[in-house]
């Protein structure tokens, strides 16, 4: 199930490459789910966190 909730993040983000902030904002809900999963914690908290971390780089960034 976390792989399949993965997958899911990772392909909605792909849509979000047009812009930075919410590039950023993907890169980052897919990073913190992969790290969620892979550590045993929470996919939903770990995308939540990595996004919000995600766009605040990527409006930095741009």
């Given at each position: 199930m976390?792989?399949v909730?993965l997958?899911?993040?990772?392909a909605?983000?792909?849509?979000?490459?047009?812009?930075s902030?919410l590039?950023?904002?993907?890169?980052?809900a897919?990073?913190?789910?992969?790290?969620?999963?892979v550590?045993?914690g929470?996919v939903?908290?770990?995308?939540?966190?990595?996004?919000?971390?995600g766009?605040?780089?990527?409006?930095?960034?741009?």
């Open positions: 976390k792989k909730a997958l899911a993040l990772v909605a983000s792909l849509p979000m490459a047009a812009c902030t590039k950023g904002a993907g890169i980052g897919a990073a913190g789910a992969g790290t969620a999963a550590t045993g929470k939903e908290k770990g995308a939540a966190v990595g996004g919000a971390a766009a605040v780089v990527g409006t930095v960034v741009d």
